[in-house]
């Protein structure tokens, strides 16, 4: 069922990712595509992500936002929360396994994404300083321990429990980020999965258009 009221999300005028998708209005597009709800979408610049009007929206001048009438909201979790709520297919029916959905989902930002922003932050903001080489195996194995007892936990499940669901959207979303270090690939039933999740066609579509945004070309689907 689509909202009455198209909602807006805002994204990186020019992400820095160069639209590989890792910006986190990415996984806001995919969990609307997913449940087939139109939206529209506001670039916003560095610059402007620091002015009073989007930090009326966003309090740490950040993307991704959401506004839906009067109601606007900020931090990627709780939007995609929101759309799992409002709408069928991205949470289950029953009340048990809809609450072990919403765990995966505060899984994925709490528990997983953690040590994985700290290889970014080490890559992009520490490489100069004179620890960085002895800290980056330190960090990459807090990953690994991670990735381990999650791959653990996936065995050879498609999903993580059930039928796909928020929860794997976001798991998904966040193990993404490292698909460039090679890290993936130690996990193969990791990559697998998150191969499945970009298979999705809902995935393909917000893909597209997040990439559309970076080639100024429209998206080819
Ligand atoms: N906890 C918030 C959420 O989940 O919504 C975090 C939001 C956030 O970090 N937003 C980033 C942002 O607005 C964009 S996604 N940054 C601008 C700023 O803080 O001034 C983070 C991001 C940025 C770049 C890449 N990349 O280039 O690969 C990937 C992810």
């Known amino acids: 069922m689509a909202l009455p009221m198209t909602p807006t999300i805002t994204a990186f005028e020019r992400s820095p990712d160069r639209g590989r998708g890792l910006a986190r209005d990415m996984r806001v597009r995919w969990a609307l595509e997913e449940v087939g709800q139109p939206y529209e979408v506001r670039l916003v610049s560095f610059g402007a992500m620091k002015e009073p009007a989007h930090r009326a929206l966003h309090p740490f001048g950040q993307i991704p936002t959401y506004e839906e009438g009067d109601l606007a909201l900020f931090e990627s979790g709780a939007i995609v929360f929101h759309i799992a709520e409002r709408h069928a297919g991205l949470l289950p029916e029953d009340a048990n396994a809809r609450a072990r959905a919403i765990t995966w989902l505060f899984a994925a930002l709490n528990t997983v994404e953690p040590p994985i922003l700290d290889l970014t932050i080490a890559k992009f903001l520490e490489g100069d300083k004179p620890w960085y080489e002895q800290r980056l195996p330190v960090v990459k194995d807090r990953i690994r321990d991670r990735l381990g007892e999650l791959s653990g936990r996936l065995g050879d499940a498609d999903w993580l429990d059930g039928a796909f669901s928020a929860g794997d959207l976001m798991m998904v979303a966040v193990l993404l980020r490292l698909k460039a270090s090679g890290m993936l690939d130690e996990y193969p039933n990791l990559s697998a999965y998150v191969a499945r999740g970009e298979a999705r066609a809902a995935y ?6 997040q990439l559309a945004v970076f080639t100024g ?5």
């Open 204 to 209: 393909k579509r917000a893909f597209d258009a």
């Open 217 to 221: 070309k429209p998206p080819t689907g």
